[in-house]
């Protein structure tokens, strides 16, 4: 199975980046971690988006807040998948790092999650590895089912309470 890189501007956004690194194990998909800044260690960036596809990696995942642009960074270097994830942080609270990492010019995509949507990162990811592989879109199946049965059980409880 191909593998999915995990990087963040810096180790302050590893609390919600952890979510998609347990997302991802998970499901059983194998992942790669870096602290990699755009402007910080532009070199070691771009060196990992230069070689993710014949390192084998399926798509990447790029965690960054305020001016963001470890995402555009890393598709400018990679035909892979590239999904942006804005950090909350700073002034602004995440809209600055949002508006960066959405709002790519045209010829270099980045899928762009909500500000801090670390799980939805990883449920993408897993989608796009899941287009050839069966066993694991039988596995999002599963969870999709899982997660609609959790709803209905709190449904269940809040019909039994408050309709009379
Ligand atoms: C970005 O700046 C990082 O991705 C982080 O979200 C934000 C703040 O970084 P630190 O100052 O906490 O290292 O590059």
């Known amino acids: 199975m191909k593998k999915i890189g995990i990087m963040m501007g810096s180790d302050s956004d590893l609390p919600v980046v952890k979510k998609a690194i347990d997302t991802l194990a998970s499901f059983g998909v194998p992942y790669e971690v870096h602290i990699y800044s755009a402007h910080r260690t532009p070199e070691q960036a771009k060196d990992f988006a230069c070689n993710a596809r014949a390192n084998g990696f399926g798509a990447i995942i790029c965690a960054a807040g305020m001016a963001a642009?470890?995402?555009?960074?890393?598709?400018?270097?990679?035909?892979?998948?590239?999904?942006?994830?804005?950090?909350?942080?700073?002034?602004?609270?995440?809209?600055?790092?949002?508006?960066?990492?959405?709002?790519?010019?045209?010829?270099?995509?980045?899928?762009?999650?909500?500000?801090?949507?670390?799980?939805?990162?990883?449920?993408?990811?897993?989608?796009?590895?899941a287009i050839e592989d069966a066993s694991l879109a039988q596995k999002l199946e599963d969870k999709r089912k899982a997660d609609t049965a959790k709803v209905l059980e709190k449904n269940a409880k809040a019909e039994a309470e408050f309709n009379h």
């Open 69 to 129: 642009h470890l995402a555009g960074a890393i598709a400018a270097n990679t035909t892979l998948p590239v999904i942006g994830i804005p950090m909350k942080s700073g002034a602004l609270d995440g809209v600055d790092a949002l508006y960066s990492t959405v709002m790519m010019p045209s010829g270099i995509p980045v899928a762009t999650v909500a500000i801090d949507g670390a799980v939805n990162a990883a449920l993408l990811s897993i989608e796009m590895l």
